[in-house]
């Protein structure tokens, strides 16, 4: 584990000397990467279990650690940012950790300030949480939960059901209650996003979690700011939780979007607005695209994705799903939208989404 120093003038994810450059190629699984470096595909370890779509893009920049294989890995890399611009997301979910401790550490956390870290890893109940932090005689149990999901304005976690997260919560709010002192950090990787909510689309058990956990445990939004060379820089932001948008949006209506891959026939999408927006997408998995004009075959697959909204904005959503699509087809009342390539591999659409499930949630705001 990486040795945490107080008053460091500069925090670095990784050792300059050791980054190398790569594109993105594929996922082939959870924690596994193709991307081609000077050339050559080479195969790198994920050390983030989350969707990451947003970021997984075709082409994508990543920086990765060339760390060595050994009898237990067949990699030599290890996937630990992607780079957006000037800017980089940092992805290595452990490293994540050490960076809230280095903050924690030299009081540049808003809300944190004077706690010190008296232990990592600290078991408590039934869960073991990443932080013991220790204050005039005071203990504070914190978890660290890294948020790589975020539009303009709004960063959301998780971004993938997270039941280990779910339970970190709960056991926290169960121990609060106990009268212990405990908190959760996300910290945000990047700068950009002012606000802060959990993930209702994705995950509403986790939502609904932390939003019941809100009085007892203290909720730290954190966004953070890392350049091309992997240092923190700027100053960390607390973002506030608007909780009114969640409220008001947490219910089960929304919208549906089903991505079918139908091997030669192409790749097919479809949308649907629904009051039963768990069931309906339940039932849209286990169909697996049979509805569809062309149904996946053995090779292809299905991918559901919910957008809870309290606020109908059906017809602009087929909009856009049109404006990228190849063609259409109308089958049984539903139009099929029909795509040469994934459309989940299109920057575009998959920005179109992202602003949906975020920035477009606060535009909605009376």
Known sequence: MKKIEKNVAVFRAADPEMLRRARFIDRPNRFLVRCELDGHPVRAFLPNPGRLWEILLPGTELL??????????????????????????LLHTHTANDAAGWLIRNDRIPGLE????????ASFGHSRFDFLLEKEGRLLLLEVKSCTLFGHELAMFPDAPSDRGRKHVEELWKLAGEGYEAAVLFLVQSSRPNFFLPDFHTDPKFAQSLFRAKERLQVFPIAVEWNNALELTGEPKLLPVPWEVYERHRGDEGDCLVLADAGENGFWAAGFRTEKLSSFAGRALRRRGKDFPFPPGEDGGVRVISIRSSCSAFQDLQNEISSFAAGEIIKDGTRYYAFKEPPMKNAGFVEMLLRRKTDLLLERLP
């Open 64 to 89: 990765l650690a060339e760390d060595g294989g050994s009898e237990t890995r067949k990699t030599a890399f290890t996937v630990v940012a992607a780079l957006r611009g000037e800017s980089a997301v």
């Open 114 to 121: 004077g706690w010190t870290v008296k232990k990592r890893e």
